[in-house]
């Protein structure tokens, strides 16, 4: 499954435990009708993946839906769901000067053997 809006938060990654569980927080605002914040949590190693986004960046997220049950100390059941994160991708277009470039039109080699005899077939 996929999620799809503006990132409205990152949180810290936090550790838990004696055995270092790391989890990772972000809320992704959808872009519909009735826009809904959906908390995505990243663990472990995936925590990292977050490192390179920032507030307001348009994203798609890979998520998984997790459910788990639990019972009381009184003997009462609850069940809890959690989205948890496992790709995120940049829905942003590049701006000039990120990322590839494209060189000045002086770099390229001019066409030295065009033919203006050659037959062209196209009706326009």
């Not at 190693?45 to 890979?62: S, T």
């Not at 989205?83 to 770099?107: A, F, H, K, M, T």
């Amino acid at each position: 499954m996929e999620v799809q809006g503006k990132i409205k938060l990152i949180g810290d990654t936090k550790t838990f435990g004696n055995n270092g569980f790391r989890k990772r927080e972000v809320v992704v605002t959808t872009e519909e009708q009735y826009p809904q914040h959906l908390l995505v949590e990243f663990v472990q190693d995936k925590c990292d993946l977050l490192n390179n986004y920032q507030v307001g960046q348009p994203v798609k997220i890979g998520i998984n839906l997790r459910g788990r049950e639990w019972v009381s100390p009184q003997g009462e059941t609850k069940y809890f769901n959690s989205i948890q994160g496992w790709r995120i991708e940049n829905l942003q277009p590049e701006q000039p000067g990120q990322g590839q470039s494209v060189p000045p039109p002086d770099n390229f080699e001019p066409a030295n053997d065009l033919n203006e005899d050659d037959f062209d077939d196209l009706p326009f």
